[in-house]
């Protein structure tokens, strides 16, 4: 079992204010939830990168989560602070595993070309960010999810010489 933190980007004001569990958050928790995962937390964000940094350092930092999923934010609009935020908190990126997921997703959408999403680990704590769109999360989860849990237990079993 994981315990997992996941993110959500409100594409816009209304969203936001609507404070209830959008679509895509919907998937992905039920999704984590049925393969045995904990959803430790899962919050609404706002597209503020000094929130979103502090809500992610808190969530590896404090909570000492296993996983942090961001959904959304991370296009090509000004708005889209998410992988900014990830590189800034992260302490050793994971470039494989988004290309991997950025490789996957290209097959199902070209849309996929305008994602910038990043990966990377904080401390005990692996950060991915995923594409907002409903659709790929599912077969991105489909797709990757063994890999991350395989990197995650790579992350927590650490044996230094």
């Given amino acids: 079992m994981v315990r997992v933190g996941i993110l959500v980007m409100a594409r816009n004001k209304e969203e936001f204010m609507l404070k209830n ?17 904990e959803i430790v937390t899962s919050k609404m ?3 503020n990168q000094e ?4 809500e992610m350092k808190e969530m590896a930092d404090i909570h000492k989560l296993d ?8 296009g090509f609009r000004e708005s889209d602070i998410v992988p900014e935020a990830t590189k800034n908190i992260i302490h050793r990126e994971a470039n494989s595993l988004m290309q991997g997921i950025s490789c996957f ?14 990966a990377g680990i904080r ?3 692996l950060i991915v960010n995923f594409p907002e769109d409903n659709k790929l999360l599912i077969f991105i989860l489909d797709f990757a999810l ?3 849990l395989r990197g995650i237990k790579m992350i927590k079993s650490d044996k230094s010489f």
Wanted: aromatic share 2%; net charge positive; proline share 0%.
């Fill in 146 to 148: 063994e890999t991350i």
């Fill in 123 to 125: 401390n005990k704590t």
């Fill in 21 to 37: 569990e959008v679509h895509r958050l919907k998937i992905v928790k039920r999704y984590l939830e049925n393969e045995g995962h």
């Fill in 67 to 74: 996983l942090i999923l961001t959904i959304g934010g991370i």
């Fill in 45 to 47: 964000m706002k597209s």
């Fill in 105 to 118: 997703c290209l097959q199902i959408s070209r849309k996929s070309l305008l994602n910038r999403g990043v």
């Fill in 51 to 54: 929130d979103l940094e502090k």
